[in-house]
């Protein structure tokens, strides 16, 4: 069945956790963000010793706002493009006064009390950069750490810089995808005399205010800030130089995501629902953006239901690529131009592993071939968490892929051959590439219902008999 958990009301309770047991192998999770936390909750309840290390001093990643590890990219009207029911963790339903859509407060609110309730927030080392993991001499990981916050980051430069080794059998990467800012390269002819902003550094309208913004890009970030522009700006264009499916995120009253399917029907039909989904929520080629060149659901979903609206009363105006900058000018392929003294770049991430050597782990181009997106088939004890983009929400699939990382190390699943593994990273490569168009935002794309079925079967594939 699809993954649908129902919204409840439920007080938090803490859930005591059980005491690690030394004969089992000992982990370290990076990061306590989304995946993170649900790396370490499955380690916790299943009595594996474990460090979680954050590097900001509050956990809930690239959901809480101002997150004072330095890398969230939340601002101020971010909420959940993948409703309640769907984004929720299979045993810990969002409560039932909840929005169809969340907003980042109530994701962390959340989050929060999904620590509280499992009790596992005793696990999550705060102010603590995890900078090198290497393999051991002896097999395992040598993981070094050292402490951030403003008594660190004085000395974080020096000599005396506090820097900490230890060893782990595993590390569970949940470091994220979505901080590493990628502009464009190259950049465009000419010369630009204003401001220029990732969208990873926006924040709220209040950038925005009383300026002539140009925003480049077609993604859910993109038509976020545009929007938002559309009411606080002087002027907003919006540069777009090739065509996507704007989905609405509410179709007769429902949240669209709701109308699911199972895991098991082939994707034609689910990419079948994404175009009813399209063709209800109506075109864009009136105002001017370009048809896109795929169908729906060969790309990851584009969705607002305030860009219309916006469009219609005039208050955004589309553009094509830009062609060059001149000055307080911008001049797009279509020899059109634009006053400008903003420029708010929403051109996505680069995925990157900032502690690992780049002959050991690298994801050139975006690009890391993994069993099942989360397991090396030449690095053993190494898991990554999260690192996939779906359509639907990541929480439900981290919590899935650390239940079979966690059965892995419990030694009640055994992973493939290194062969088998090779041969299904293949087959689920050239699946992918028919399914989704080439770029390297869809290097990681999985269909979210599908995915989930095939962890469930490869538990029961792999399953260790008692």
């Known amino acids: 069945m699809p993954y ?3 919204q ?17 192998p000992r982990v370290c999770v990076i990061g306590a963000g ?3 936390l649900a790396a370490a909750k499955a380690l916790c309840t299943a009595g594996v010793p474990f460090d979680c290390f954050e590097k900001g001093s509050e956990f809930g990643g690239n959901w809480l706002f101002d997150n004072p590890n330095g890398v969230s990219a939340c601002y101020e009207t971010l909420q959940i493009n993948t409703s309640c029911p769907r984004m929720a963790f299979s045993d810990f339903p969002m409560p039932a006064d909840y929005p169809n859509y969340a907003s980042h407060d109530q994701v962390y609110a959340y989050f929060r009390d999904y620590v509280d309730h499992f009790g596992f927030g005793h696990t999550i080392t705060f102010n603590t950069e995890v900078t090198h993991v290497r393999r051991g001499e002896n097999g395992g990981w040598d993981v070094d750490i ?15 810089a506090e820097y900490e080794t230890r060893r782990y059998d595993a590390v569970m990467v949940a470091n994220g995808h979505h901080w590493d800012a990628r502009w464009p390269d190259p950049g465009y002819p000419g010369h630009f005399d204003g401001g220029q902003i990732h969208a990873h550094d926006y924040r709220s309208g209040e950038q925005l ?17 545009a929007v938002e522009g559309s009411y606080r700006a002087q002027s907003v264009n919006l540069s777009i130089r090739r065509g996507q499916w704007v989905m609405k995120k509410t179709i007769f009253g429902k949240a669209a995501d709701q109308i699911a399917l199972p895991g098991w029907v082939p994707w034609w039909a689910t990419a079948a629902r994404l175009r009813i989904a399209a063709m209800l929520s109506g075109g864009l080629r009136r105002y001017g953006l370009p048809t896109p060149e795929h169908t729906p659901g060969q790309s990851h979903p584009v969705q607002s239901d305030a860009i219309r609206d916006r469009l219609d009363e005039g208050a955004i105006t589309v553009r094509p690529g830009i062609e060059r900058l001149e000055g307080d000018r911008v001049f797009f392929t279509d020899g059109s131009e634009a006053p400008a003294d903003l420029i708010v770049w929403a051109t996505g991430y680069r995925v990157n592993f900032p502690f690992f050597d780049p002959d050991l782990i690298s994801a050139e181009g975006n690009d890391l071939p ?7 088939p030449d690095r053993p004890g190494l898991f990554f968490i999260g690192l996939l983009q779906p359509v639907g929400a990541i929480m439900p699939l981290a919590e899935a892929q650390s239940k079979l990382a966690v059965k892995t190390l419990t030694g009640d699943y055994e992973l493939p051959s290194r062969r088998d593994m090779t041969r299904q990273m293949h087959e689920d490569d050239r699946r992918n590439k028919r399914q989704f168009y080439d770029s390297p935002r869809h290097t990681m ?7 989930l079925l095939e962890l469930e079967r490869e538990m029961r594939r792999g399953k260790v008999a008692a």
């Open 8 to 24: 409840e009301h439920r007080a938090p309770k803490v859930t005591a956790p059980i005491p690690p047991n030394p004969a089992l």
């Open 4 to 6: 649908n958990v129902k």
């Open 209 to 225: 205010e009383n300026r002539d913004v140009v925003v480049v890009g077609a993604g859910n970030s993109a038509m976020d800030i």
């Open 445 to 451: 794309q999985v269909d979210f219902d599908h995915y």
């Open 146 to 160: 050292r402490p951030t916050g403003s008594s660190a980051e004085s000395s974080a430069n020096s000599d005396t």
């Open 370 to 376: 993994l069993f099942k997106r989360m397991a090396h």
């Open 34 to 36: 989304a995946s993170g």
